[in-house]
Structures are given as structure tokens and as C-alpha cells.
């Protein structure tokens, strides 16, 4: 199956705008940021503070809704689900 990954701000410098992943059935959202990191280990530090657990404002959204509110990193995805990686940002 193929899940959409998009990153914004900073994430662009690491990963492309928007891509498209292979995965197995079954696969969750801690999967397909461990394939991504796979590719970019540069990735690793910019999401996770210790393993599995999330940089503080990182956001992870499947198909819009934050996985904080579903089942985290173990939020299964379907075929064509769009997940969206956000990295902390400021402003004012």
C-alpha cells in the first residue's frame, strides 16, 4: 500500500515536500518514520528526544488529526492515508 508523506518548515531540508511510501498492511505511523529516518538519519534527532518518544511540539497528523489524539506512533494507516510531519516552529 502507499501512504502520503508531507513535511513542512524545517522538515523540508531533510525529507522532500511531498512524497508517496510503500508499505505493508498493517503498517502504523512509527513505521513509516522509521523508514523515512532509514533513509535520512538525520531525521532521528529532529523527531524523536529518546527512542519512541516525540520531540516536545513535534506534531505527527494522519489525514489531519494528531496522532497524539489517536493511538501515537502506533496509529495504524490505511492505503493513500496523507501523514504530515510538523517540527516545532516560533514566532511572534
Known amino acids: 500500500m502507499k501512504v502520503i508523506v ?14 508517496e511510501v510503500e508499505c505493508p498492511e498493517g503498517a502504523t505511523v512509527g513505521d513509516i518514520v522509521e523508514m523515512l529516518i532509514a533513509e535520512r538519519p538525520a531525521l532521528r534527532d529532529e523527531i524523536f528526544a529518546a527512542p519512541g518518544v516525540l520531540q516536545d511540539h513535534v506534531n505527527i497528523l494522519r489525514n489531519g488529526r494528531n496522532i497524539h489524539f489517536e493511538e501515537g506512533l502506533q ?7 496523507v501523514i504530515s510531519l510538523f517540527p516545532p516552529v516560533g514566532g511572534g
Open 6 to 19: 508531507r513535511s513542512f518548515a524545517t522538515f523540508r531540508k531533510i525529507l522532500e515536500n511531498e512524497r
Open 75 to 81: 496509529t495504524v494507516v490505511a492505503d493513500r492515508n
